[in-house]
């Protein structure tokens, strides 16, 4: 996970994000936390005094040659080179300071460390030299040795990784953490990237797609049974999925990812499926003259072998994937517990809740079909087509 914080003010950024920091540290979840950044880079300081440097004859620039020489080489304040006569090819010449004091004569000076700075000399006159201490200050201080920037403002970011938690539980974590730090300097923005982000939009996709899948059945289910009663009664059974998938994940202690949710889908269509056949015979039924209550008894009874063999071979074959048997068995597990878990809500729900709801809704319904398609046999248009108009009681076409 990474949480960015950027913004015009550095300084206050990095403020905020110290609290951040504090926050996360102690969340047990997380591990290998620290700023992307280097935020504390050792530096040495060296402020020229302007007006020391001008009663010298100095400029900033004749300081800043003398130090760049004195600590990198010369080749970057003055390129020189040297080609031989012999065979013409050129060499670069560089004069350069050593760094070590390994084996050198006791008359070379060696730079190293901040009070030899002081020393450089940056002008020799006739019967002294001007030296760096004299003209500026030397002095230890810290920077950032690295500014990242995303559109163009500079950002503070804090990187870690999760150990013993899902992810979705580590996000709300973080989540928690960060309202603790409190509000962030104004005109900044925070934002949770890693793989959060991917996540949190993974599972509102499916969660949308999987509400649409319901309404788009229910609407199929209307246009094929020309009735919402009908359709409304067959949807019943999707709360039942719902809740069974829901408790095996929680039975089990398995995660709501993307397995498991393509499981919820997949026990869904097998329990719509079930659910389409025992309303389609029980509405027979009643429309053959049963009463609701008898239709429906009528309709589960004789739909029971179909709705149990098309229910117990599907567990049957999920069974071994929702046990997590063989090589990776553990990452497709999720999607066969979660269709474990919702075709048996779902089975008993086709049998013992449907019917009931079906008898509930359809008690007071007529036999008359709803439907406006004129070649409906059962229609009240095609009647009146064949025996002619219907008529009211005094004798005017209906």
């Not at 003010?9 to 110290?18: I, V």
């Not at 949807?235 to 202690?253: D, E, H, K, R, W």
């Not at 509405?283 to 009874?301: C, I, L, M, N, T």
């Amino acid at each position: 996970m990474e949480i960015a914080v950027a913004g015009p003010d550095f300084a206050e950024n990095r403020k905020y994000a110290q609290k951040v920091y504090d926050e996360l540290a102690a969340l047990p979840t997380l591990r290998d936390l620290q700023f992307a950044q280097s935020l504390d880079y050792p530096t040495i300081e060296v402020n020229v005094d302007r007006e020391k440097a001008g009663l010298a004859g100095l400029t900033p620039v004749d300081v800043s040659r003398a130090l760049v020489t004195a600590t990198s080489s010369s080749r970057f304040t003055t390129p020189n080179f040297w080609a031989d006569p012999k065979t013409g090819i050129g060499y670069q010449v560089q004069v350069e300071i050593p760094r070590t004091v390994v084996r050198l004569p006791d008359n070379v000076e060696v730079v190293d460390s901040a009070s030899d700075l002081e020393l450089i000399p940056l002008k020799h006159g006739e019967f002294s030299s001007v030296l760096m201490r004299d003209v500026a200050q030397v002095s230890r201080g810290t920077m950032p040795g690295q500014y990242d920037r995303y559109n163009m403002k500079r950002q503070v970011s804090l990187t870690a990784n999760i150990v013993g938690a899902d992810l979705g539980r580590v996000s709300r974590q973080i989540t928690g953490a960060m309202k603790r730090a409190g509000d962030p300097p104004r005109g900044s923005l925070v934002e949770i990237r890693g793989q959060i982000p991917p996540m949190r939009q993974m599972q509102n996709g499916l969660a949308v797609g999987l509400g649409l899948a319901v309404v788009v059945v229910f609407l199929l289910l209307t246009a094929n049974f020309q009735s919402l009663r009908l359709a409304l009664t067959t949807v019943s059974t999707v709360p039942a999925v719902i809740a069974g998938v829901v408790l095996i994940l929680f039975l089990t202690q398995t995660t709501l990812n993307i397995q498991s949710f393509i499981g919820a889908i997949m026990a869904i269509g097998v329990a719509m499926a079930n659910a389409i056949l025992l309303v389609t015979f029980a509405e027979q039924s009643r429309r053959a003259g049963a009463d609701a209550p008898a239709a429906a008894v009528q309709g589960a009874g004789s739909r029971l072998r179909a709705v149990l063999m098309t229910s117990c071979a599907m567990i049957a074959g999920m069974l071994p994937m929702a046990l997590a048997f063989g090589e990776a068995g553990q990452q497709n597990a999720p999607l066969g517990r979660a269709v474990v878990g919702g075709l048996a809500a779902a089975t008993a729900a086709t049998l013992f809740v449907l019917p009931s709801v079906f008898a509930l809704i359809q008690r007071r319904a007529s036999t008359d079909s709803p439907s406006l398609d004129p070649d409906d046999p059962a229609s009240v248009h095609y009647a009146g087509s064949l025996h002619g108009p219907v008529t009211g009681d005094s004798g005017v076409p209906a």
